[in-house]
């Protein structure tokens, strides 16, 4: 009897012992399961938002301040912030090129209507400075040849520079030569980077002449002066003429002339928008985004 219990305490000891050991067992896996989250953490601290990141979290953050509430000073810091904000976004982010050259040019057209209340002159961001004019045909030919439909695009600014000369000379309200000039020198530059010029230089003057003050945009349904609807077509094909495949971009110390290229066309399509909004175009997104990527679709 002595032997069976001295047997049995030998093997209840083994069961303990055992027991012990898958309990700690047990704990040591519960506990790295624990400090898994401290580990993606610190790789989610250690990650580094690419440029068209960086540059959608600032617009949108920028846009949500200039809709607040807040002071009209903080609101228009904010809407200069959001307009640079959002053209970074139209470069940095190619899939969201169109809409960060709209929201671009929303957001500059916001910010008139509150420099206007202070007494401050427009601010422009120096888009007239950074236009498609100031490209170098030598530097940046390859470059935007690459991105844009260059034959399209002038062809586009060609139309809207002939319809500002037929408008000057009608003497419609807000059409002038200088910007029929700028349209047109805006042609011969892209012409110049491409391969291709589709440029007629005279066109159809009917619907001009038909409708020289106001007209309904057949893409929007919205009614607007001539002057405004010319300039908001003449943008929506600058950027249905842009096929840039690049993937969205990352920090560089530098920028390259393909970057330097995107901008300028960037800058020449939302500088559009923006007299298109000043000479009286709506803004209303429902209408100007269901437009802006009914171009898009059209142009694929």
């Known amino acids: 009897m002595q032997t069976l219990r001295a047997e049995n305490h030998r093997v209840f000891t083994h069961i303990r012992r055992w027991a012990s050991a898958a309990a700690v067992l047990a704990l040591t896996l519960t506990a790295g399961a624990c400090t898994m989250p401290r580990i993606q953490g610190r790789a989610e601290s250690e990650y580094e938002p690419s440029a068209c990141e960086q540059a959608l979290y600032t617009a949108m953050d920028a846009d949500e301040t200039m809709r607040s509430p807040l002071p009209l000073p903080m609101r228009y810091d904010a809407a200069r912030r959001t307009r640079d904000s959002w053209l970074d976004a139209a470069v940095s982010c190619p899939a969201r090129f169109g809409e960060g050259v709209m929201r671009a040019a929303q957001s500059a057209a916001q910010a008139d209507t509150m420099a206007t209340y202070f007494g401050l002159t427009q601010d422009d961001a120096g888009w007239d400075e950074t236009d498609i004019t100031s490209l170098d045909i030598d530097r940046h030919r390859s470059a935007l040849d690459d991105l844009v439909d260059t034959a399209a695009a002038a ?31 805006a042609a011969q530059m892209l012409a110049s980077l491409g391969q291709d010029d589709a440029r007629q230089g005279v066109y159809d003057p009917t619907p001009l002449l038909d409708h020289p003050d106001r007209m309904t945009d057949t893409v929007t349904g919205l009614s607007a002066p001539m002057t405004a609807v010319v300039l908001m077509d ?19 110390a530098e920028p390259t002339p393909t970057d330097e290229a995107w901008r300028a066309y960037a800058v020449q399509a939302a500088n559009h928008v923006l007299q298109a909004f000043r000479l009286g175009y709506p803004m209303i997104d429902e209408a100007l985004f269901d437009a802006e990527a009914t171009t898009n679709r059209n142009a694929g």
């Open 155 to 185: 062809d586009a600014e060609d139309v809207a520079g002939f319809a500002f000369e037929v408008l000057a000379a009608r003497q419609v309200a807000g059409a002038t030569l200088q910007q029929g000039d700028r349209c047109k020198a």
């Open 234 to 252: 003449c943008a929506r094909s600058l950027i249905a003429a842009a096929h840039d495949a690049r993937a969205d971009q990352t920090s560089q």
